[in-house]
């Protein structure tokens, strides 16, 4: 699988004809019809449904453009990150995070005041973590303490930041938004939008079903802006960990999900097999008076 194919891919999907497609990517048609089929051939599975004048995305083409965009949008982040690296020749800190959303104010905010420092977030998933570990070519984890493979707990080093709690967002009209907590068997029969796979809150509501006997909705995930227009339309419930400082919506109700798993505690992660380095005790010391204050 190449990335000239995602492109074509990712461009036929948006376009929904091999035509046009074939035109706004400077190809002939035929080859970009070769392209797809070789891709599915690949991947062992039909993408697309064909009709004499339009191509459209089947359902496995759908979960598979949700993750064309993600690369796109990762390469993208590192063209950024790299021209920010030529303007900015000072002290730089790499993080890494399973939720970037979640850590988005404390970046602004450290940004603003260490103006002579760059900073970057990439994210990851618990099954990466589980897998490579926490990468040396980062200075930091952001992560809550149930994500942390216990494989790696006696290597790394962490602080304490802040408690989220795993919520549930609904629409402010739905008739359970009067409610001052929530039980996940109380959901059954609202259409639930689910946090992607790679999320913690994915891998805490999979052990919430699980210990009700209750069947998962493997097929309905999104990214948290998705999830969250839904709700704003009551089109659904979805969740969310709610954290310090995060941004409330009118529409939204956000009502705290019972969770006998125990609280989230998020922490700021290190490895210790090296000393801090001046900018990476700044960075630290800075992270926890962030959230000190918001408490």
């Not at 988005?104 to 589980?130: D, P, R």
């Not at 969740?239 to 505690?265: E, K, T, V």
Request: aromatic share 12%.
């Amino acid at each position: 699988m190449e990335l000239q194919q995602l492109k074509y891919f990712k461009t036929v999907a948006a376009i929904g004809k091999i035509s046009d497609a074939a035109e706004a990517l400077f190809i002939s048609a035929p080859a970009l019809s070769t392209s797809i089929s070789r891709l599915e051939k690949e991947l062992g599975m039909k993408l697309f449904d064909r009709t004499s004048n339009r191509i459209t995305l089947n359902a496995q083409g759908q979960i598979l453009l949700k993750y064309v965009n993600q690369v796109f949008a990762n390469l993208e982040s590192a063209k950024q990150e790299l021209h920010q690296s030529m303007l900015h020749q000072g002290p730089h800190i790499s993080l890494v995070s399973i939720n970037s959303l979640m850590w988005v104010n404390l970046i602004a905010s450290f940004t603003a005041e260490f103006s002579k420092y760059t900073l970057s977030c990439s994210g990851t998933s618990i099954s990466e973590l589980a897998e490579n570990g926490f990468s040396s070519q980062h200075n930091f984890l952001l992560a809550h303490e149930c994500d942390i493979p216990p494989a790696y707990e006696d290597k790394l080093d962490s602080i304490f930041l802040f408690q989220a709690i795993p919520t549930v967002m609904l629409h402010k009209d739905h008739p359970l938004a009067q409610k001052d907590v929530l039980d996940i068997r109380e959901l059954m029969n609202e259409r639930i939008f689910l946090p992607m796979p790679s999320a913690s809150m994915y891998v805490r509501l999979q052990q919430l079903f699980e210990l009700h006997n209750l069947p998962f909705p493997t097929d309905n995930f999104n990214s948290f802006q998705v999830r969250q227009r839904m709700v704003t339309q009551n089109q659904g419930v979805s969740f969310f960990s709610q954290h310090p400082g995060y941004m409330a919506l009118p529409n939204i109700r956000y009502i705290p999900l019972i969770d006998p798993f125990g609280p989230w505690n998020a922490r700021l992660y290190w490895r210790k097999d090296r000393p801090l380095s001046d900018e990476e005790k700044a960075f630290r010391d800075f992270a926890t008076e962030f959230y000190r204050d918001l408490h």
